[in-house]
Structure formats: C-alpha cells, structure tokens
C-alpha cells in the first residue's frame, strides 16, 4: 500500500520555465512534508519541507503548496535551470516518525 | 568528511551469502534508517531506529536484521541474500522530526 504517491515519473520543461511536480498521500496523519533532489551516484539531499500547519513555503526558486484536504502537495520550481535536472522524491512524516517516500519524478529541464 | 559514511560503496555477492552493510554518522542524530531503492519503486523503509535501544520494522524488512550498535553506527544485515535484493541501499538520520540526511548509497548485486 503506496501511502505517498508521485503518479508522474518523467517531466520534461524548457529552460527558464516552471516545473511543477506533484504528490499525493493517503494518511492523514502525516503531519510534515518534504522534497528531496537526488542526482546519479549521489545519496538524496534535502530540498524543501511544510508543516501540515501552513499551505506555502517558499525558498528561493523553491516552493512547497499543501491541500490537507486534497492531501496533495506540489513543489514549483520557477525559473527551472538545466541543473535542476535530477529525479525528485516527496517523503511525509507523522506521529510515528517514519519518514515514507514516494517513487519519484525525474525531472529534464533542457537548455 | 561525509555526515553519513556507508561501507561498502558497491557490493557483488552470491546467492545465499550473508553481508553486512554499515553505515556512519557524525551528525549527533538519535534517528536512523535504511531504505532500498529500486527504479519505479522510490525509496522503501527498510528499518528504523530512533535510539540504540530502540529498532522499528518499516515497510519491507522480510529478509533484512539490523544492529544499533551505538548512536552513530546502525548496520543493515542480509542473512542469506536473494538477487531481488539487488538495488541501491541508503542510510540515511535525522534529529527527531528535522529533514533526514542521506549518505551516498550502496549498490548490492547478488548474482
């Protein structure tokens, strides 16, 4: 059972434009988000998080939107850069304090 | 130097055998995870543990143990390994509900 879902695995967008990557989850008991970046022969690196508290973060070209009652999340990237190129993981949390990921979406930004 | 330092980076193993991976951290974190990523399938909670007396299963621990052996030192082990634990193995710890930090992986084939 997928409790944390990335239903896109590939998305492609030209330079300069904004890249958008979903996820959804099941549980409602997931209580914080986050976004990791994970490039080839590297260990995944943390991007972005949200508390289920808030419904925006933003960090730079980064920024997290949560709908607690879609349990949606997207992260926007805008303006996308060649090397943001990488696969993208949402991962969610809650009481327990496991940290469940989803299966990721490689992103291509070509130049 | 690497918060989180894996052993052995890459791995060929025959099956039936046993191994060990090991993992490292310099971050002073209580909490740390293994996770396998396999392609389409993300990043799966292997098993976790928030301090050395404590060990959690996760989403799919049929076929691993793991050993705590202090607050920084948390070993994964396959007692007899199979070939579909072929994948990428991650550690990965966190200070209690903070982003994890990941090492760099290791990649396990077992022929």
């Known amino acids: 059972d997928q409790q944390v879902k990335q239903n896109s695995p590939s998305l492609s967008v030209q330079e300069g434009r904004i890249s958008i990557l979903n996820c959804d989850y099941t549980n409602s008991m997931f209580d914080y988000f986050l976004w990791y970046k994970k490039y080839p022969a590297e260990g995944p690196t943390f991007l972005i998080s949200i508390s289920s508290i808030k419904d925006k973060n933003e960090d730079g070209r980064f920024t997290v939107f949560l709908n607690k009652s879609a349990k949606h999340l997207s992260l926007h990237i805008v303006p996308s850069q060649p090397g943001d190129s990488a696969v993208y993981f949402c991962a969610a949390s809650g009481h327990t304090g496991k940290l469940i990921f989803g299966q990721g979406t490689t992103l291509q930004v070509k130049p | ?111």
Not at chain 2, 16 to 36: A, N, P, V
Not at chain 2, 45 to 56: A, E, Q, R
Not at chain 2, 92 to 109: P, Y
Request: charged fraction near 25%; charge should be positive.
């Open chain 2, 1 to 111: 130097d690497a918060d989180v330092t894996q052993t052995p980076r890459n791995r060929i193993t025959k099956t039936g055998k046993r191994i060990m991976l090991e993992c490292s951290q310099t971050k002073g974190h209580d909490r740390m995870y293994w996770y396998r990523q396999d392609p389409g399938l993300g990043l799966r909670l292997i098993y976790y543990s928030f301090d050395v007396k404590d060990i959690n299963k996760g989403e799919i621990s049929d076929g691993y143990s793991v050993s705590r052996q202090a607050q920084a030192k948390f070993s994964l082990s396959l007692e007899s390994a199979i070939p579909n634990q072929t994948a990428l193995y991650f550690c990965a710890t966190s200070a209690s509900d903070t982003e994890a930090f990941f090492g760099q992986g290791t990649r396990l084939t077992v022929v």
